[in-house]
């Protein structure tokens, strides 16, 4: 959270369009499950209070966008989703109809993440530190197998990697400044992702599966690059 996925695939596609290239951008934020889904997804496991973990996207959906754009099926139905709806819940709203795409970009937060072997969570880092948190992130792990089929449609893999992952709490407190939560709820709500699917756990074997690496500092400024 907040090396600039979305801003870098914003960029890209303006620079790409000068080639002639028909871009659009893809977010695993798009792919949510509806408002109506959620509650009864929460329902049935509170511990899903916040959309963002596995489980609570629309896998199918996310198969279907990407193999229409391989396929080059005309036209293309993009989804789209509004994070104002509902109090800030968010919902799905009418989808883009797009003529053609020869580049999609697809980005989110855990797009390319497979799952761990079990016995890392037996002694997994901070804020993991409870049987409910062990669980939980054990439940995440196993839901991660349901993402394989979507995960599998992607060409090319770019992660932009934050040397240390804890910035992503620094950089949300730093967009917060204007209003919003509250420090202890910013501090909450992120460590609720890394609960979910810790950095520490998930980084390390997604970065030797990616095509390019970009090593993003403190400052946002950019590190390394590797191409593998």
Not at 4 to 30: E, H, P, Q, R, W
Not at 107 to 112: A, C, Q, S, Y
Not at 173 to 186: D, F, L, R, Y
Request: proline share 6%; net charge negative.
């Amino acid at each position: 959270q907040g090396t600039g996925k979305t801003t870098l695939t914003s960029i890209m596609s303006i620079i790409l369009a000068y080639f002639d290239l028909k871009v659009n951008n893809l977010s695993l934020d798009d792919i949510y499950k509806t408002y109506n889904e959620r509650i009864k997804l929460r329902q049935k496991d509170e511990r899903l209070r916040w959309r963002g973990p596995p489980g609570t996207h629309d896998i199918a959906l996310g198969i279907k966008v990407l193999e229409q754009v391989c396929q080059q099926e005309s036209p293309i139905l993009i989804p789209r989703f509004d994070k104002s709806l509902h109090r800030g819940q968010g919902d799905r709203i009418a989808a883009e109809q797009v003529e053609r795409v020869d580049i999609l970009f697809f980005e989110g937060w855990f797009v390319g993440m497979n799952p761990v072997e079990e016995t890392v969570f037996d002694h997994a880092p901070d804020p993991i530190n409870s049987e409910e948190d062990r669980q939980f992130a054990r439940d995440n792990n196993q839901r991660l197998r349901e993402y394989l089929p979507l995960w599998s449609k992607i060409d090319r893999l770019l992660i932009l990697y934050p040397l240390d992952y804890r910035y992503s709490l620094q950089w949300r407190q730093a967009a917060e400044t204007k209003g919003g939560m509250t420090p202890s709820e910013i501090e909450e709500f992120v460590k609720y992702f890394w609960k979910s699917l810790h950095p520490q756990l998930f980084l390390p074997p997604l970065l030797k599966q990616a095509d390019i690496v970009v090593e993003i500092n403190r400052d946002h400024s950019l590190g390394k690059i590797s191409y593998q």
